[in-house]
């Protein structure tokens, strides 16, 4: 399958601080990129759809002006934590999505492939 | 986006079948049904899609009826390095034209016993 990267792995940082997370569709490109969070023992919950050259589309309650997101090419597509709290702490991932392969109807299936995840905490 | 009703937990024993049923009733005619496994601290990965009759790739196959209101995901010969979470989930991944964003549901929590 195709492969997704995120950078960093995890990352530590203090309250009221900014991160930035990568996320890089290795050997495909996409056009759309999709940015999640995860608390432990749940399940993913979806932040924001990115398209490329864009501006993303945040899902109701996940506030824009906080997590801000770039996808400034068909390979990257980045999540910024701006003003970081400890509520914030959590692990995020990102996912790109590709072509499959079209079925008997003629229509082309879409493919997500999701990266390694980011852990981030917030002290 | 359709909602997707799947166990909560299940439990195995090494070289057994496992077999997870998802229910998606109001499924409409764009959607794809797709599964992912979990492990703990990583991404989910991609295990099969499907969007009728019966799909087989080299770790799983997804049988999916007629009417499509629900998918089964077949495990063959499960080992323990199969506990994960699984997801089922339904959206029409963009071939109707959509930004096709997958919604997760809770998943099924696959336990493999020695």
């Known amino acids: 399958g195709a492969v997704v990267s995120q950078h960093p792995s995890w990352v530590i940082c203090k309250s009221g601080t900014s991160v930035k997370i990568e996320c890089r569709s290795l050997?495909?490109?996409?056009?759309?990129m999709f940015w999640y969070r995860q608390f432990p023992k749940q399940s993913l919950m979806l932040m924001a759809t990115?398209?490329?050259?864009?501006?993303?589309?945040?899902e109701q309650g996940v506030e824009k002006d906080k997590f801000l997101i770039n996808h400034a090419s068909l390979t990257l597509s980045t999540l910024t934590v701006t003003s970081a709290h400890p509520e914030d702490s959590s692990f995020y991932i990102c996912?790109?999505?590709?072509?499959?392969?079209?079925?008997?109807?003629?229509?082309?299936?879409?493919?997500?492939?999701f990266g390694p995840g980011t852990r981030l905490t917030v002290t | 986006l359709a909602k997707t009703t799947q166990p909560i937990s299940m439990d195995s024993y090494e070289g057994q079948e496992v077999n997870i049923t998802c229910s998606h009733n109001?499924?409409?005619?764009?959607?794809?049904i797709t599964w992912y496994q979990q492990f703990p601290s990583q991404g989910p990965r991609f295990i099969i899609q499907?969007?009728?009759t019966k799909v087989t790739n080299e770790v799983a196959s997804l049988f999916i009826p007629a009417d499509r209101k629900s998918s089964t995901l077949s495990l063959p010969r499960v080992s323990l390095s199969d506990t994960a979470v699984y997801y089922c989930?339904?959206?029409?991944?963009?071939?109707?034209?959509?930004?096709?964003?997958?919604?997760f549901g809770k998943g099924t929590k696959l336990s493999v016993k020695p």
């Open positions: 996912s790109a999505r590709a072509l499959g392969t079209r079925d008997s109807r003629g229509w082309s299936s879409y493919e997500q492939y």
């Open positions: 050997d495909f490109q996409a056009t759309t």
């Open positions: 499907g969007y009728k």
């Open positions: 989930l339904v959206g029409d991944n963009g071939a109707g034209g959509s930004q096709g964003n997958l919604i």
């Open positions: 109001n499924i409409a005619t764009n959607d794809y």
């Open positions: 990115s398209n490329e050259g864009s501006k993303a589309t945040y």
